[in-house]
């Protein structure tokens, strides 16, 4: 017997299979470039070393780098939503 297992790759709490949003609340920001070291393609610094984002929207290939970046920033000035 066949057993189907239902593909939930696009329906996780993550949002696998979507991009996700990336949201930075540049006055909180600190200038600690932890996110930068975390995903250097998604983060830089301007010339105070406060963030600036690359890109607003990441998909899987970057989500966990942004997830890491969202839980090392010591000042919580980044988030990850659903656009
Ligand atoms: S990790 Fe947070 S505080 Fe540090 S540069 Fe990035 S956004 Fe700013």
New binding site residues.
Partial sequence: MRVSVPDTSHHDEKGKGYPMKVE?EADK????????VAAMEV?D?DDD???ILLTEEVGDDRLGDVEE?VA????A??RLVRP
């Fill in positions: 930075l920001c600190v200038a600690s470039g932890q996110c930068v983060f610094q070393g406060i963030a970046a090392v920033c010591p000042a000035a980044i």
